[in-house]
């Protein structure tokens, strides 16, 4: 068993099962499946967000690795990669409860609890009027300038999050927003890998997903092009010739996730 408490669950869970307290935890819920649930719940005043995992079966995990998906077995991968996270410096939430018990994968009961980051918005929000209505176009470069940072920064460290989109990365608006002031978090890391080093079929994943969920917000090429040099750390003129496979790959992947997501609805 693997049990971490913070306040104020260490003093409110004192002597008690925190596996059973846990799922007394009441509030608004965000997600419900067979194995996963997701809430918002206060404590003494102060939101925290609820991801409890109750295992997701045999029969589950296999359909899962014959589709090619790997499971998500448990609020250990979450906790591992905030841990890293933040050891490497990038914002991101902040986890005051981990459980985990159970040496049975398809049957493993583990939670994580992580403290509201609020008030903010996402930049998928914040992006919506951005081809009607252009940002300032010194936001627009701080935003672009610290999202290529963290998630070079994510990868350098070994995470790579598989579900890398704008709306998975939050501005703080607790105070005005301002190009030469920005707070940015990235959140929702419930399936995120750690490793020592992200391979890079992964990396790639990730990038693809956020250039995909980024096509409709009126990036210019320019914009793209100040993206990879803050992503890569490297001269521009090296990115475009050494990472030239990558760049058509991404340009074909996305084209087909934006293709389904017409025909099919929000992939998101």
């Known amino acids: 068993m693997k049990l971490e408490l913070h306040e104020p669950f260490k003093s409110l869970w004192a002597g008690k099962d925190p596996f059973a307290e846990v799922e007394r935890l009441q509030g608004k819920v965000y997600r419900e499946l067979e194995g996963r649930r997701t809430l918002r719940t206060e404590v003494q005043g102060r939101g925290y967000f609820v991801k409890i995992h109750r295992g997701i079966g045999w029969g589950e995990i296999v359909k899962n690795l014959f589709s090619a998906k790997l499971p998500v077995l448990g609020a250990g991968q979450e906790q591992r990669a905030l841990e890293r996270l933040h050891q490497a410096g990038v914002a991101t939430m902040t986890s005051v409860a981990y459980g985990e ?54 990868h350098r460290a070994g995470v790579n999050h598989r579900d890398c989109y704008i709306c998975h990365f939050l501005l703080h608006t607790d105070r005005p927003i301002s190009a030469d002031d920005l707070c940015l978090s ?45 992503y890569f750390q490297r001269p521009l003129r090296d990115i475009l010739r050494e990472e030239a496979a990558l760049l058509a790959w991404m340009e074909r992947k996305a084209a087909k996730l934006y293709d389904r997501k017409q025909r099919y609805g929000d992939l998101l």
Request: hydrophobic residues 40%; contains cysteine; aromatic residues 6%.
């Open 186 to 230: 990235v959140i929702d890391l419930h399936r995120a890998q750690t490793r020592t080093a992200t391979p890079r079929r992964w990396r790639d994943k990730d990038l693809a997903a956020l250039y995909f969920s980024a096509l409709d917000i009126g990036l210019t090429r320019r914009d793209k092009l100040r993206f990879l040099c803050g």
């Open 101 to 154: 018990r159970g040496g049975n994968p398809a049957a493993q009961h583990s939670f994580i609890i992580t403290e509201e980051l609020a008030p903010t918005t996402d930049l998928e929000v914040l992006s919506l009027d951005w081809l009607q209505t252009p940002p300032e176009p010194r936001l627009k470069r701080a935003l672009i300038a610290e999202v290529a940072k963290m998630v070079g920064t994510m």
